[in-house]
């Protein structure tokens, strides 16, 4: 049985058309089916898609998901737009003495361009500042991954680096590049 989830009011307006929904059992089938939509795009630059299989694989993630942004150790945040689920922002781990969050995304192909995702990570950022939880915001991504390093910069992340060799994706390794944005309290 999968316990109640406190978390299915929590939302970050973006736009009057535009949100951030927390993870909710509500979402799971949409999200599958968005996933499997996007599947062979998607595992251009992420691992996990090839493993995701039936619609249980997509809720015990939401609800391992879930669990984790409970605790503070992750966020993860559906991308509603217009009440239809185009992607995915997320904390992928927050170590919480740091204060610092590791952001991860991903957005529907068919949705892409249109500055979706960068609306979205501003009105993430903002939130989480403003809550006082995160005030280091990390965004790695691979060098090749080219759209991912323009979010990166279009958002006001600064490159701090490139990790050799970092992410294993596809049978090789790839080297990443590390972006951070830090936003003290009373700063923005």
Same mark, same amino acid.
């Given at each position: 049985?999968?316990?109640?989830?406190?978390?299915?009011?929590?939302?970050?307006?973006?736009?009057?058309?535009?949100?951030?929904?927390?993870?909710?059992?509500?979402?799971?089938?949409?999200? &599958?089916?968005?996933?499997? =939509?996007?599947?062979?795009?998607? /595992? &251009?630059?992420?691992?996990?898609? /090839?493993?995701?299989?039936?619609?249980?694989? +997509?809720?015990?993630?939401?609800?391992?998901?879930?669990?984790?942004?409970? !605790?503070?150790?992750?966020?993860?945040?559906?991308?509603?737009?217009?009440?239809?689920?185009?992607?995915?922002?997320?904390?992928?781990?927050?170590?919480?003495?740091? =204060? +610092?969050?590791?952001?991860?995304?991903?957005?529907?192909?068919?949705?892409?361009? /249109?500055?979706?995702?960068?609306?979205?990570?501003?009105?993430?950022?903002?939130?989480?500042?403003?809550?006082?939880?995160? !005030?280091?915001?990390?965004? =790695?991504?691979?060098?090749?991954? /080219?759209?991912?390093? !323009?979010?990166?910069?279009?958002?006001?992340?600064?490159?701090?680096?490139?990790?050799?060799?970092?992410?294993?994706?596809?049978?090789?390794? &790839?080297?990443?590049?590390?972006?951070?944005?830090?936003?003290?309290?009373?700063?923005?």
């Amino acid at each position: 049985m999968i316990p109640e989830n406190p978390l299915q009011d929590e939302m970050i307006e973006v736009s009057p058309e535009l949100k951030l929904k927390a993870a909710d059992d509500i979402f799971v089938s949409e999200l &599958h089916q968005l996933i499997l =939509k996007n599947r062979q795009w998607l /595992q &251009h630059s992420l691992n996990w898609p /090839q493993f995701v299989g039936s619609e249980e694989d +997509t809720r015990q993630n939401m609800l391992s998901n879930r669990l984790l942004h409970q !605790r503070g150790y992750a966020k993860m945040f559906l991308i509603v737009k217009s009440e239809e689920v185009v992607g995915v922002l997320s904390f992928n781990a927050i170590e919480p003495l740091n =204060k +610092t969050g590791y952001i991860g995304y991903w957005l529907d192909e068919s949705h892409q361009g /249109q500055g979706i995702l960068a609306a979205c990570l501003e009105a993430f950022i903002r939130y989480y500042s403003q809550q006082g939880e995160v !005030r280091r915001f990390v965004i =790695k991504c691979r060098v090749e991954n /080219q759209s991912s390093n !323009r979010v990166a910069l279009r958002n006001g992340f600064v490159l701090e680096g490139c990790l050799r060799q970092a992410e294993f994706l596809n049978g090789h390794y &790839h080297d990443q590049n590390i972006y951070a944005r830090i936003i003290d309290e009373g700063s923005e």
